[in-house]
């Protein structure tokens, strides 16, 4: 054999792989942007599919009415000309509603250059109605919709009725994502009373369900739109020429700076940061406080970095069912075990905000005059104390007898497996063993947690997040006794009929001001039963390119890149 | 031989079929609701009943699972049926305390029954049975594994609707273009260096080279990666280091994989060394094991007799019949290429198989999952019969009866 040309053919394999990188990030100039996302998104259609990796794309593609803006987080028209204000009246059947007249505007049309009517949005609500129509996601909220009327005169103008005592009322109808009518139904023959066995509905639904799949050539009325993409590897999104909304100023949404934004998908967080440094992406997010950290330690001139406050909670959730955690007073002594501060410092390098409770801090209406219940070995030992819970045996672990049987404070805590929640449970152990409480930390699947234990109530406690959004909260699905069930969705299967009236007028008041009040006795009245244990709400941890302005928002996901501009340009 | 062929051949078929079923069947075990991943997968993380039944009868997931089946006499034809979640766990739970279906589907049916009270009502009124057997059920063809069956070639993704096959086969030529490359080298290196273990037996040199094969092998292969994206794909620690590209498909619209592939060669030479480097003690110490247990035999000694040069006995008669054993390394070395390395993948940041397997089992998109299983299976079975084909070509005195 000879050895020579192996030699030499390593050696060129080699040669070939050296690196001739080039600095090609066209971030240079606003040609390109190119962002990592995490994970393919999926279905980025929001009539079928709202989830948070979609809405990272389609918030370019697809346009609501009107949204939250991103900096006041206050409603502001995208399709609109303005926001509506409520009015009484009745339906032409006489039913009592609240209604909205919503104008679109003359200039806003579909990419394929058909105006945009009020038709569209009629059509999108027919759709979400339809016995076949696969929108799960919006039929609750578009239940409290009575009727739409339509205007010969004006095809700009729809007047949506409303439930009178339904307190989204109006942002119920102005989240509505419009479909092209001309697109899916050109014949108008979409019909929402139609039977199930009717071939002609199934075959127009069909044609529009499978719309959730669509990526490049969708007809919609965003900035943007997709021209490439490959599965689980990158989707290249660019602006359309002669957009219409160009024409309108100070509108978040319908702004588009770059020509082209490169979405590549990277699971890893290293290689994302590696690809970084290399100038192969603009605009990350890391997860890991102490990579973003170290970034921003040792390379500050290279980076911008950013934190945003994430409309997401960190909380432990303890089961009021269980014969331990029922008593009040074991849940307060409990809740003083743990060191919020000291884990946001720890554990996330200080980028989280403490809370008290289940709305976000960021929302008008949190209750900042609650004080948050502080780390206290003492008082949590006292408090059990007073609960009648002694060590009898000396074994350190205390114990009461609860119906006839003695039972010591033992208590299981589920986690998901992810590092966060590992430590906190961690360090929770240490600070409950000094009380006296055991605490054995159970690792499982999120999806097997909520099917095993969360949904069957057969479970302590659990280390989880929740997710929230710029909309009012209501709070009826997680703190009603109604979803205090096998399957529901109140987890802590917290009860207290004084709660349950609150939320009841909480749902029925359309009046903010009004409503404020009833959200500010609500958060009173669960820190004083604490069902759960509230920590944090972490703040997002992005890196850009530091030759990028780039502005982010409490609003996920946490930016809008058709807004980033070059420095240069400001 | 040729009878013997067919009867493999014809064995592949029974064989791809008991691993759909045992595929399908674990997928059955795992504890995650498929519906309530697509659920979430839409963006509706609390979803109600109505929402959940839709999703679960559009999935088909009300048919039995298979075309029979043995149950308990007191258990209902098809549990499946009952679409509602929080109904369906309750049951289930009944079930297991031995409460006859008869008594359970009246309380549910009568409209005192609420949510959360069967287990009381059964306590109340009914008492579990005792002496059980077992009956069988036949479902016919309408059961959940004939539809995939036969859908196959039709399924699309549930994450994103795209064609199963389609993506398992663009991952595919991804994960080859790194493995086969590797296997290839690996091989091809080890049949080298081992030629030259066995040639220079007491080289000192060679003594420190399979050191150093070991300490390789011994590294896990996801930290070999990562330090070597780390140090040899940025100038962080001095632009001397920088001599690899950086990690992360150039990506050029429009195109196919293939071109991506071959215009991202360069990408792809890190993943590749850090494989090779990992199996290549492996490979190596094998072909040395086989060469020098064939050096050991009595031919061979017969040929030194015949004073015919070392070099010449290694490689016209010591290297032929160590190539058996080195058949089965290839063989699997093979089969294994097509499944991927999922940490290799994700750290360079490749779309192969191994994280598109990971991904779609993590968002429980079965479909996805049942294409790559079975095409590995497919591909396995195949290989390991050109195995048993090459056995028969490199060693005449093997025969197959048929």
Not at chain 1, 141 to 160: A, F, G, M, Q, R
Not at chain 1, 171 to 194: F, G, R, W
Not at chain 1, 404 to 423: A, C, Q, V, W
Not at chain 2, 109 to 129: C, M, N, W
Request: charged fraction near 20%; aromatic fraction near 12%; glycine fraction near 4%.
């Amino acid at each position: 054999m000879n050895c020579r040309w192996i030699i030499i053919l390593l050696a060129f394999l080699v040669q070939s792989a050296c690196n001739t990188d080039t600095n090609v990030s066209k971030g240079d100039s606003l040609e390109e942007i190119n962002i990592r996302l995490r994970k393919d998104p999926g279905k980025i259609n929001p009539l079928f599919a709202l989830t948070a990796s979609g809405r990272e794309l389609y918030q370019y593609i697809f346009l609501p009415v009107a949204d939250f803006h991103p900096e006041s987080l206050e409603l502001f028209p995208i399709l609109i000309e303005s926001i509506p204000e409520a009015y009484e009246t009745t339906t032409d059947d006489g039913e009592k509603a609240v209604a909205y007249d919503l104008i679109f505007r003359d200039a806003a049309q579909w990419s394929d250059g058909q105006a945009l009517t009020a038709a569209d949005y009629a059509f999108t609500i027919d759709v979400i109605n339809h016995p076949l129509s696969k929108a799960t996601r919006w039929k609750p909220y578009i239940e409290n919709i009575l009727s739409i009327k339509l205007y010969d005169d004006n095809p700009k103008k729809v007047t949506v009725y409303l439930n009178p005592d339904y307190m989204l009322s109006q942002e119920t109808c102005v989240s509505i994502y419009p479909m092209p009518q001309h697109i899916y139904d050109t014949n108008k023959k979409l019909d929402i009373a139609a039977t199930s066995d009717d071939t002609l509905q199934i075959s127009l639904m069909d044609n529009i369900n499978n719309a959730v799949n669509d990526r490049v050539g969708i007809v919609q009325a965003g900035p943007y739109h997709i021209t490439d993409e490959a599965s689980d590897e990158y989707l290249i999104l660019e602006k359309r020429k002669n957009y219409w909304g160009d024409k309108i100023p100070n509108s978040p949404s319908l702004q588009g700076f770059a020509k082209k934004m490169v979405f590549k998908i990277v699971p890893d967080d290293l290689t994302a940061i590696t690809m970084a440094k290399e100038g192969k992406l603009d605009f990350l997010e890391l997860r890991s406080a102490d990579d973003f950290l170290d970034l921003r330690d040792n390379h500050a001139d290279s980076f911008s970095f950013h934190t945003p406050q994430l409309m997401f909670t960190y909380y432990i959730p303890m089961n009021n069912k269980s014969e331990i955690l029922s008593d009040k007073i074991v849940r307060k002594a409990l809740s003083h075990l743990i060191d919020v501060e000291d884990i946001i410092q720890t554990l996330d390098g200080g980028l989280g905000v403490r809370t008290i409770g289940p709305f976000h801090p960021t929302k008008s209406y949190y209750n900042e005059s609650i004080t948050p219940i502080s780390y206290d070995i003492n008082k949590a030992k006292e408090l059990l104390s007073s609960s009648g819970w002694q060590d009898t045996d000396n074994d350190g672990i205390l114990d009461k007898v609860i119906n006839g049987k003695r039972t010591p404070m033992e208590l299981e805590f589920l986690i998901t497996g992810s590092p966060l929640s590992k430590n906190i449970a961690l360090i929770f152990q240490q600070n409950t063993k000094k009380a006296g409480v055991k605490l054995n930390i159970v690792a499982k699947k999120m999806s097997v947690m909520r099917k095993e234990n969360l949904y069957t109530y057969k479970y302590d406690m659990a280390a989880l997040a929740k997710a929230s959004d710029v909309i009012a909260d209501d709070p009826y699905s997680s703190w009603h006794s109604d979803n205090a069930i096998p399957g529901g969705s109140n987890t802590a299967a917290y009860n207290n009929p004084e709660v349950d009236a609150l939320i009841q007028k909480i749902r029925q008041t359309r009046d903010p001001e009004k409503r404020e009040a009833y959200y500010l006795e609500f958060q009173q009245k669960i820190y004083e039963d604490q069902p759960m244990i509230f920590l944090y709400s972490p703040l997002l941890k992005f890196v850009g390119n530091h030759k990028l302005n780039i502005t982010t928002t409490s609003k996920r996901p946490g930016y809008m890149a058709n807004t980033f501009t070059l420095i240069d340009e400001i | 031989m040729f009878r013997y062929i067919i009867k493999r051949t014809l064995i592949i078929l029974p064989t791809i079929w008991i691993i759909s079923v045992v595929a399908f069947l674990l997928s059955k075990a795992v504890p995650q609701d498929p519906t309530i991943s697509i659920l979430n997968n839409r963006g509706i993380s609390e979803s109600t009943n109505k929402e959940y039944r839709s999703v679960y009868t559009e999935l088909k997931l009300n048919l039995p699972n298979f075309y029979f089946a043995i149950t308990p006499h007191y258990y209902p034809d098809n549990i499946n049926a009952i679409s509602d979640r929080i109904i369906r766990t309750e049951v289930n739970e009944a079930l297991k305390n031995k409460y006859h279906w008869q008594d359970i589907s009246q309380i549910i049916e009568s409209r005192d029954y609420k949510i959360g009270q069967l287990s009381q009502i059964l306590r109340k009124q009914h008492t579990p049975v005792g002496i059980y057997f077992p009956k069988w059920i036949w479902y016919g063809s309408n059961n959940q594994y004939h539809n995939w069956l036969f859908s196959f070639f039709d399924s699309t993704s549930l994450i994103d609707g795209k064609s199963s096959l389609s993506k398992v086969g663009t991952a595919l030529q991804w994960t080859l273009s790194i493995t086969l490359v590797d296997l290839v080298l690996s091989i091809f290196l080890s049949f080298l260096l081992g030629y030259y273990f066995v040639k220079n037996e007491n080289s000192r040199f060679l003594k420190f080279l399979n050191q150093g094969l070991y300490l390789f092998y011994s590294i896990p292969i996801f930290w070999l990666a990562t330090l070597l994206v780390v140090y040899l794909t940025t100038d962080d620690y001095g632009s001397w280091t920088n001599i690899f590209p950086s990690v992360g498909i150039d990506i050029y619209p429009g195109k196919s994989t293939t071109y991506h592939i071959l215009h991202n060669i360069d990408k792809l030479l890190l993943p590749i060394l850090c494989l090779t480097i990992t199996s290549l003690a492996y490979s190596t110490r094998f072909i040395r094991r086989s060469l020098s247990d064939e050096m050991q035999k009595p031919y061979i000694q017969t040929a030194y007799a015949k004073g015919i040069d070392r070099e010449i006995i290694i490689k016209k008669h010591a290297l032929r019949n160590a190539l058996m054993p080195m058949i089965t390394i290839i063989v699997s070395a093979m089969a294994n290429a097509f499944a991927g390395s999922l940490l290799l993948e994700v750290i360079f940041n490749i779309p192969g198989i191994g994280r598109l397997l990971f991904n779609s089992i993590g968002h429980t998109d079965w479909n996805v999952v049942f294409s790559i299983v079975m095409v590995i299976a497919l591909v396995t079975t195949v290989i390991y019969l050109i195995g048993d084909i090459l056995y028969a070509i490199a060693n005449p005195k093997i025969r197959y009866d048929a």
